[in-house]
Nanobody
Framework: QVQLVESGGGLVQAGGSLRLSCVAS????????MGWFRQALGKERLFVAA????????HYGDSVKGRFTISRDAAKNTVYLEMNTLKPEDTAVYYC??????????????????WGQGTQVTVSS
């Protein structure tokens, strides 16, 4: 079992920045992918970014490329999502997820086994 706890959400003006954190505990593995997804009210859950727990390789959704950065600190069992140049359309609940996933499916939310409770990000115009 893996437990995930997100933090760092909040209200920010357009153009601003936030950093989300996801602390993992339990039986993590270097083979796990750690992902960030987001879900706006009434919309489907969308892929934001992913990184292998070993740190090998990062992946981003098209809408966040060049603005968001995913990273992990193995010593702190923490994955971060640095979000810059935020836009109102980035407003959503952001979820951290983990799982042993084939690389071709890391953008698909239902392949992930473990989820955090989510953290709200609101970007005002």
């Amino acid at each position: 079992q893996v437990q995930l706890v997100e933090s760092g959400g909040g209200l920010v003006q357009a153009g601003g920045s936030l950093r989300l954190s996801c602390v993992a505990s339990g039986r993590t593995s270097s083979d796990y992918y750690m992902g960030w997804f987001r879900q706006a009210l009434g919309k489907e859950r969308l892929f934001v970014a992913a990184i292998k727990w070993s740190g090998a390789g990062t992946h981003y959704g098209d809408s966040v490329k060049g603005r968001f950065t995913i990273s992990r600190d193995a010593a702190k069992n923490t994955v971060y999502l640095e979000m810059n140049t935020l836009k109102p359309e980035d407003t959503a609940v952001y979820y951290c997820a983990a799982g042993l996933i084939p690389a071709n499916w890391i953008t698909t939310w239902n392949f992930y086994d473990y989820w955090g409770q989510g953290t709200q990000v609101t970007v005002s115009s």
